[in-house]
């Protein structure tokens, strides 16, 4: 059985460190010894450091992650991080490949490969997101789309063991519009025998596939109900504890 894993994902929120620790005191302390399901949040940057103390303090077993990271282990990269610094910082986790990484900063599956292996090479986890615009699923190119982000984001990767996978179709992220479970299921499926046909079936049925877009407290138990569907990928929900505690709650099994 796959333990349940949901991560928050602020992006560029909160905006001030005053509503930082507001914000994930009451998540810490709504999941005061939740070990029933993994759950993560992943503030901006400047934040890391500050809720890595936080979560030392409450020795709580919610983790950190990252939104993003460089290829490159130090040097002359002004703007960047590298996977070695959110390691130090506290992190677990990082999130690459994310949608708004994909089309609002020109992302490529080649970079965001780089970043992965970066990544893994460093320590840490990555979920790796992936996901088909609206237009690609109206011209059913979803599973050709999933096909080549997978292979492509993957390539040189040799196993799974430190990868989630984060389904998110594009068309439902920060619209209000969520997947439907069955929609969410079958790309979920796909992704899975994807990947065993990859990695084997014993990697396949170990990996870990969150759903992402427009996860709320009132869709997440059918959606996280899927026999596919290992968790959530939170944005706007996740800004809000009262609605991120339902969501990570909706992953009891
Ligand atoms: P959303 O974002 O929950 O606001 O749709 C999800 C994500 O982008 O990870």
């Given at each position: 059985m796959r333990k349940k894993f949901v991560a928050g994902n602020w992006k560029m929120n909160p905006t001030s460190a005053h509503d930082v620790v507001r914000l994930a005191t009451e998540v810490i302390v709504g999941?005061?010894?939740?070990?029933?399901?993994?759950?993560?949040?992943?503030?901006?940057?400047?934040?890391l450091g500050l809720l890595d103390t936080l979560l030392k303090q409450h020795k709580s077993q919610v983790l950190l992650g990252g939104q993003n990271c460089y290829i490159e282990k130090d040097g002359a990269f002004t703007g960047e991080v590298s996977p070695a610094m959110l390691l130090d910082t506290g992190c677990k986790?990082?999130?690459?490949?994310?949608?708004?990484?994909?089309?609002?900063?020109?992302?490529?599956?080649?970079?965001?490969?780089?970043?992965?292996?970066?990544?893994?090479?460093?320590g840490l986890e990555v979920i790796l997101c992936i996901g088909?615009?609206?237009?690609?699923?109206?011209?059913?190119?979803?599973?050709?789309v999933l096909?080549?982000?997978?292979?492509?984001?993957?390539?040189?990767?040799?196993?799974?063991?430190?990868?989630?996978i984060a389904y998110e179709p594009v068309w439902a992220i920060g619209t209000g519009k969520n997947?439907?479970?069955?929609?969410?299921?079958?790309?979920?499926a796909f992704i899975r025998r994807r990947v065993g046909q990859l990695y084997g079936d014993p990697a396949a049925q170990a990996l870990i596939i969150q759903y992402g877009g427009s996860v709320k407290p009132d869709n997440?138990?059918?959606?996280?109900?899927?026999?596919?569907?290992?968790?959530?990928l939170v944005g706007g929900a996740a800004l809000k504890a009262d609605q991120f505690l339902p969501i990570v709650r909706a992953g009891i099994l």
């Amino acid at each position: 059985m796959r333990k349940k894993f949901v991560a928050g994902n602020w992006k560029m929120n909160p905006t001030s460190a005053h509503d930082v620790v507001r914000l994930a005191t009451e998540v810490i302390v709504g999941l005061k010894d939740e070990g029933r399901v993994t759950a993560a949040l992943c503030p901006p940057f400047p934040y890391l450091g500050l809720l890595d103390t936080l979560l030392k303090q409450h020795k709580s077993q919610v983790l950190l992650g990252g939104q993003n990271c460089y290829i490159e282990k130090d040097g002359a990269f002004t703007g960047e991080v590298s996977p070695a610094m959110l390691l130090d910082t506290g992190c677990k986790y990082v999130i690459l490949g994310h949608s708004e990484r994909r089309h609002k900063m020109g992302e490529s599956d080649a970079f965001i490969n780089q970043k992965v292996g970066a990544a893994l090479a460093a320590g840490l986890e990555v979920i790796l997101c992936i996901g088909e615009t609206l237009a690609e699923r109206e011209g059913n190119q979803t599973e050709a789309v999933l096909d080549r982000q997978v292979t492509q984001g993957l390539a040189d990767v040799k196993e799974l063991s430190k990868l989630v996978i984060a389904y998110e179709p594009v068309w439902a992220i920060g619209t209000g519009k969520n997947a439907t479970p069955q929609q969410a299921q079958d790309a979920h499926a796909f992704i899975r025998r994807r990947v065993g046909q990859l990695y084997g079936d014993p990697a396949a049925q170990a990996l870990i596939i969150q759903y992402g877009g427009s996860v709320k407290p009132d869709n997440a138990a059918t959606l996280l109900g899927q026999p596919d569907v290992d968790g959530a990928l939170v944005g706007g929900a996740a800004l809000k504890a009262d609605q991120f505690l339902p969501i990570v709650r909706a992953g009891i099994l």
